[in-house]
């Protein structure tokens, strides 16, 4: 089983959506970024590559997992892990990255499997304004 590791990384109650380029049927919609686990990786450290391949980020720290695994085609799984990291993201192989509150997450068009870890994350953003995630 192949993993799939994607990041919900966190700021002020915010969580980075990046837009795919790539392939043309998911070109335009936004993800979560990330990537595959590689081999003689873990997942954290797989995020803290793929985040400062794709983003640029340095010190990346990895925390717990968030929302439901995902079942993806050709027999991957999607897993999404809460992460922090200071300094501003660079789009390096996204189109555009956008930090999205609570209440704008259902306005994205992101790829299939995320919609299905999105009440999570939203409870995850709620829970971080203090608010408590009812
Ligand atoms: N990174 C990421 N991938 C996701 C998400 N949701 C989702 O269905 N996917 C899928 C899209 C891709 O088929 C796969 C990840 O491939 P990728 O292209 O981002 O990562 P990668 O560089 O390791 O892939 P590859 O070039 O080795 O094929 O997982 C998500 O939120 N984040």
Redesign the pocket.
């Known amino acids: 089983m192949r993993i799939?590791?994607?990041a919900a990384l966190v700021r002020e109650g915010r969580v980075l959506a990046a837009r795919?380029t790539?392939p043309a049927s998911?070109a335009g919609r936004w993800?979560?970024?990330?990537?595959?686990v590689e081999s003689g990786e873990d997942e954290a450290a797989a995020l803290a590559r793929?985040l400062r391949e794709e983003l640029a980020l340095a010190d990346v720290a990895v925390g717990d997992r968030v929302g439901p695994e995902?079942t993806?085609?050709e027999g991957?799984v999607?897993r999404?892990r809460a992460c922090r990291a200071d300094g501003e993201p660079t789009a390096l192989e996204h189109d555009a990255l956008r930090w999205v509150g609570p209440d704008d997450l259902d306005d994205l068009d992101w790829?299939?499997?995320?919609r299905a870890?999105l009440p999570a994350l939203a409870a995850l953003l709620d829970g971080g304004r203090g608010r408590g995630a009812t």
């Open positions: 799939v590791v994607g795919r790539r998911a993800e979560l970024p990330g990537g595959a793929e995902v993806l085609s991957r999607l999404i790829l299939d499997a995320d870890v």
